[in-house]
Each structure stands twice: as structure tokens, then as C-alpha cells.
Nanobody, 121 residues
């Protein structure tokens, strides 16, 4: 089992920055990556970014060049640095554990409770 706890959400003006954290504990044999998803009100949950245990990364096109995912293996924590935020980035951001291979991220059924990011215009 994998447990995930997000933190770092909040209210920010457009053009600003936020850093989200995902603290992971536990283990599952098939998990080799941590990903972030987001869900805006009334919309489906969408993939944002993922990082593997070896440091490989994958991003959604909508955040490339603005968001950076990284991990600190010593702290079992994954970070999502979000810059140049836009109102359309407003959503609940969820941490997920899954598998990243051949540039494809497959999220598994390990989720945090989410953290709300609100970007005002």
C-alpha cells in the first residue's frame, strides 16, 4: 500500500507561483513513479505531470514550460513547482502513485486527498 499526502495549495494571482508537495509512504511492487492530476469544478480529473524513481519526467502539454516536477528520494517527497499560473490552472490537485515507462504514465489506485489551487485573474 502507498499513502500520499499533498500540501502547498492556496490562492495566488495570475502570473504567480506555488509549489505543491506530495509526501509518500509505504510501497507497492509495481509503483515506480509519482504523478499529479488536477480536477477543476465540473470537469474530469486530468493528468498534469509525473516523475519516476530514476528521474524521468512527463508533462501534459498544457503545463510544459511552466510546471516542473521533481523528487527528493531521501524525503520520499515529490514537488510540483508551478510558475506563470493562469486562472485555468484553478483546480484540486491530487497526488497519485503509478508507473512511468516508455513515456507513458499509468496511474494506479493510490491517491491523496488533494489540495486546492485557486488562481485569481
Amino acid at each position: 500500500q502507498v499513502q500520499l499526502v499533498e500540501s502547498g495549495g492556496g490562492l495566488v494571482q495570475a502570473g504567480g507561483s506555488l509549489r505543491l508537495s506530495c509526501a509518500a509512504s509505504g510501497s507497492a511492487g509495481s509503483v515506480n513513479a509519482i504523478g499529479w492530476y488536477r480536477q477543476a469544478p465540473g470537469k474530469q480529473r486530468d493528468f498534469v505531470a509525473a516523475v519516476s524513481s530514476l528521474g524521468s519526467t512527463k508533462y501534459a502539454d498544457s503545463v510544459k514550460g511552466r510546471f516542473t516536477i521533481s523528487r527528493d528520494n531521501a524525503k520520499n517527497t515529490v514537488y510540483l513547482q508551478m510558475n506563470s499560473l493562469k486562472p485555468e490552472d484553478t483546480a484540486v490537485y491530487y497526488c497519485n502513485a503509478g508507473r512511468l515507462a516508455y513515456n507513458t504514465y499509468n496511474g494506479m489506485n493510490y491517491w491523496g486527498k488533494g489540495t486546492l489551487v485557486t488562481v485569481s485573474s
